[in-house]
C-alpha cells in the first residue's frame, strides 16, 4: 500500500470529500450497531413483559427511520467517495499522460508503447476504484467490528470472546488467502500487456498479415497470451474463492457456540432472549463487514501491483530541461548547427561514433549510408529526441541541452523517416507545424511537396484516416514534407523522406524547396536526394567514412562510389 499512499497528492483538491465521506460511513455504522440493541428491547420489554403492541410499533418506528436515515447518509458518503476517486483518478491520469509526453524516447523504448497504454489505463482505473473503496470503508469497517465487540461484551463478557475468536481466525484466514493471491495478481498485469502489445501490433499490421495470410499465426498468439492470462487469473480466483466458505464457516460455528452456551444461561436466567438475537445480529454484522474486508483487500492487493507500476511510471526521470528561449538576430553566426565528437548508443555498443561536421546557415547537407548506419540517429540527436553519451551538438554556437526544447524544436522542420499522419484532416495535419498558417501558405506548402494532385483531389478539408490509411506511402510522405514546409525554419530536417516517392517526385520536389530559405539536412540512401548538397557525410556502422561533395566522394570514398554504381545501373 506504500504504492497508494505515494499518489495521495493527487487527491489534492478533493480533501473535503475524502474526509467526509468516511465520516458519513462511521454516521451510518453507529445507526446500523443501535439497532440490535432496539431489537433486543422490543423482544424482552415490548412482547415479554408488557405485551404492549404500541411500545413494539413505536420501536419499530424507530428502527424504520433509522434505516431511512442510515441510506441517505450511505448515499451521500458514496456520492463523496465517487467525487473524490473520480477526482483523483483524473488528476492522475492526466499527470501521467503529461509525463509520458515528456520522458525521452529511451524510456518510453524501455517501458514499452503496450505497458505505457496498460499504465494510463487499466493501471490508473485501479488504482482509483481502490481508492473510493478505501473511502467508503476505512472507518466503517474498523468501527462496526470494534462497535459490535464492545456492545457485545456489554451483553455479555464470556460470550463475547467467541466474538473474538471468531475475528482472529477470520483475519489471518483473510491474511493467508491474500498472501497466496498477490503474486498471481502481479503476474496478470504483466500479461494484459502482452495482450495490449498483441492486439496493437496485429491491427498495426493487419495488411502485412493479412497479404501473407498470417491470420492463423496472428490469432494463435493472442490466444496463447490470453489464454496464459487467463490461467494466471483463474489460479488467483481459485485461490481467492477458498475466502467465502471458509469465513462463512467460521461465522457459522460462532453462531452455533453462541446459541448453544447462549441458551444454557437462558435457562438460568443470566440472559434474555433479546440479548441472545442482539448477540447474533453483532455477530452477523461483523461477519458481513470482515467478509468485505476480504473483498476490499483483494482490490487493494490488485491495485497496491498496479500502484506500482503507476509509481514507476511516474518516477521515470525527465532530463532537465534548457533554460534558454531567447536567440537574437546579432547572435546567430554564419555555423548554424556544429556536431563536436558526438557519440551514442540506444543500448549497449555505440550506434554513432566520433561524428563531426558543420552545417552553415543556408547550406545544405546530405547524409548516406546503408541500413543501421546511423543516419537518423543523427537527426534524433538534432531533435533531443536521445541526449548524446559524449561530445556536443551545437546550435548557433550554443549546446542544444542549453535551450528549452520546445522552443529549440520551433526552429527545425522536421519529416521523420515513417510518415506520421493523424486522423483529422488535410488542413487539420499540416496545421500541427502552425496553428495560425494561412491557406495560402498550406497550398504552397503542397504544391512544393509535390502534393498538388492529393489537394485537387480531397481539398484541405478531405477526411485522412488515422495513419494515413487512406492515402498511399508516398501521399503521406509528402503530406508529412508539406507540414514541415509550413512554417519558416532554421533548419530542414529531411529524414529519408522521399524514399517512397519516384524519381521525377522526388527531383522536382529538391528543386521546389531549394527556393525555401533555412538550412537543410538531407538524409537518403538515394545519390540523387544528396548529389546536390553543398556538403555529403557517408556514414558506416555508426562512423563517417568519407566527406565531401558528390564529385570529391566519387573519386575519393569507395563506398560512396559503389552506391553510385549500383543506383546508376
Known amino acids: ?19 467526509f465521506a468516511p465520516l458519513c460511513k462511521l454516521i451510518e455504522a453507529v445507526a446500523e450497531l443501535a439497532v440490535p440493541m432496539i431489537i433486543a428491547k422490543v423482544i424482552d420489554v415490548g412482547i415479554g413483559e408488557l405485551h404492549d403492541k404500541s411500545y413494539v410499533i413505536k420501536y419499530c418506528i424507530i428502527i424504520g427511520a433509522l434505516a431511512v436515515f442510515g441510506f441517505i447518509i ?22 501521467a499522460f503529461k509525463h509520458v509526453n515528456k520522458l525521452p524516447l529511451s524510456a518510453s523504448d524501455r517501458l514499452g508503447g503496450a505497458s505505457l497504454v496498460t499504465r494510463l489505463t487499466g493501471d490508473i482505473m485501479n488504482c482509483q476504484s481502490a481508492l473510493n473503496m478505501f473511502l467508503r470503508l476505512v472507518l ?56 495490449s502489445r498483441l492486439s496493437a501490433q496485429s491491427l498495426d499490421g493487419a495488411r502485412v498479415i493479412r497479404a501473407f495470410s498470417k491470420q492463423n499465426e496472428t490469432k494463435a498468439d493472442f490466444f496463447s497470451a490470453a489464454d496464459s492470462a487467463a490461467q494466471t487469473n483463474i489460479g488467483a480466483a481459485k485461490i481467492s474463492a477458498l475466502l467465502t466458505p471458509l469465513t462463512f464457516a467460521v461465522v457459522n460455528l460462532a453462531i452455533i457456540a453462541v446459541l448453544w452456551f447462549g441458551g444454557i444461561k437462558v435457562d438460568g436466567g443470566a440472559l434474555s432472549q433479546g440479548q441472545i438475537v442482539a448477540l447474533i445480529n453483532y455477530l452477523t454484522q461483523a461477519f458481513f463487514v470482515i ?17 506500482v507500476r503507476v509509481n514507476e511510471l511516474l518516477d521515470t526521470p525527465v532530463p532537465e530541461d534548457g533554460t534558454l528561449d531567447k536567440i537574437e538576430n546579432t547572435e546567430k553566426t554564419d555555423i548554424a548547427l556544429e556536431f563536436e565528437n558526438v557519440s551514442f548508443a540506444y543500448d549497449g555498443d555505440y550506434d554513432v561514433r566520433d561524428i563531426s561536421f558543420t552545417l552553415k546557415r543556408g547550406g545544405t547537407l546530405g547524409i548516406i549510408g546503408g541500413t543501421g548506419s546511423g543516419k537518423s540517429t543523427v537527426i534524433n540527436l538534432i531533435e533531443k529526441f536521445y541526449t548524446p553519451q559524449k561530445g556536443r551538438i551545437l546550435f548557433y554556437g ?5 535551450y528549452n526544447t520546445d522552443f529549440l524544436r520551433s526552429f527545425f522542420g522536421y519529416v521523420p523517416q515513417r510518415a506520421a499522419i493523424l486522423a483529422g484532416t488535410l488542413d487539420s495535419n499540416l496545421r500541427i507545424a502552425d496553428e495560425f498558417v494561412t491557406e495560402e501558405r498550406e497550398i504552397d506548402a503542397l504544391k512544393k511537396a509535390q502534393a498538388s494532385e492529393l489537394l485537387d483531389k480531397i481539398g484541405l478539408d478531405g477526411v485522412i484516416a488515422q495513419d494515413g490509411k487512406n492515402l498511399s506511402g508516398g501521399q503521406r510522405q509528402r503530406v508529412s ?31 521546389a524547396v531549394k527556393q525555401t530559405n533555412g538550412a537543410k539536412i538531407f538524409v537518403s540512401q538515394r545519390i540523387s536526394a544528396v548529389s546536390a548538397c553543398d556538403e555529403i557525410i557517408v556514414l558506416d556502422g555508426g562512423k563517417i567514412v568519407g566527406r565531401g561533395t558528390h564529385e570529391e566522394l566519387k573519386a575519393s570514398c569507395p563506398l560512396y562510389a559503389e552506391f553510385c554504381a549500383s543506383q546508376n545501373r
Open 398 to 402: 550554443k549546446p542544444i541541452n542549453e
Open 481 to 511: 514534407i508539406a507540414r514541415a514546409l509550413c512554417r519558416d525554419n532554421e533548419i530542414y530536417l529531411f529524414d529519408d523522406a522521399t524514399s517512397a516517392l519516384d524519381y521525377k517526385t522526388e527531383r522536382d520536389f529538391i528543386n
Open 1 to 19: 500500500m506504500v504504492a497508494m499512499w505515494k499518489l495521495a497528492k493527487f487527491l489534492k483538491g478533493y480533501v473535503p470529500q475524502a474526509i
Open 291 to 307: 467478509v468485505n474486508i476480504g473483498n476490499v483487500f483483494y482490490v487493494f492487493t490488485r491495485s497496491a501491483a498496479c500502484g
Open 74 to 95: 450511505s448515499v451521500t458518503g458514496q456520492y463523496l467517495a465517487s467525487k473524490a476517486a473520480l477526482g483523483f483518478g483524473t488528476k492522475l491520469r492526466s499527470a
Open 140 to 195: 466503517r469497517v474498523p468501527f462496526v467490528v470494534i462497535g459490535a465487540f464492545v456492545m457485545s461484551m456489554i451483553i455479555d463478557p464470556i460470550l463475547s470472546l467467541m466474538f473474538f475468536a471468531m475475528t482472529v481466525i477470520l483475519t489471518a484466514t483473510i491474511y493467508l488467502v491474500l498472501h497466496f493471491t498477490l503474486p498471481h495478481v502481479k503476474k496478470s498485469q504483466k500479461k494484459l500487456d502482452e495482450i
